[in-house]
């Protein structure tokens, strides 16, 4: 079995080699703007598990998906020439909806800073109005 600092080393490497590939090589229109979230591997690397998010979000998720499936054969063929291993994992995609969370706590978190100044002021104008009474 391999270790898990080995495993780390080598989704490291998947994530890398899979980023370039994709920047550089692929001519797909479908696949421009995405980005490479996450690469995890199983301990038998026999599934290597991609997770992929774009700018444009969920909207544009199963055109991707669509692409990189089409994709996976030359992808896997260009990814085992590229890092060496006595056999090569069988790719998956996956939609990360990780950055689109995100967004949408910072605007929530965005949101509760702009409401924060009116209700300290009431606040205040509560308390000058309870000394004045």
């Known amino acids: 079995m391999p270790t898990k ?3 780390q080393r080598i989704q490291d490497r998947l994530h890398q080699e899979l ?10 229109p479908r696949l421009s703007g995405i980005s490479i979230t996450d690469v995890t ?7 290597a598990d991609i997770y992929v998010s774009a700018v444009e979000g969920v ?3 199963q055109e991707i998906l669509a692409g990189l499936e089409h994709a996976s054969g030359f992808l896997r063929r260009e990814l085992a020439a590229r890092v ?13 909806p990780t950055p689109e969370k995100a ?7 965005r949101s509760l800073h702009e409401e924060e100044p009116s209700t300290e002021k009431k606040q205040k104008q509560g308390k000058s109005d309870n000394a004045v009474g």
Do not use: C, G, N, Q
């Open 5 to 7: 600092l080995r495993i």
């Open 19 to 28: 980023s370039e590939l994709i920047l550089l090589r692929m001519s797909d």
């Open 41 to 47: 591997v199983d301990r038998e690397f026999a599934y």
């Open 59 to 61: 909207s544009r998720s």
């Open 84 to 96: 060496k291993l006595r056999t090569f994992p069988r790719l998956r995609f996956h939609w990360d």
């Open 103 to 109: 967004d949408h706590i910072e605007e929530l978190l």
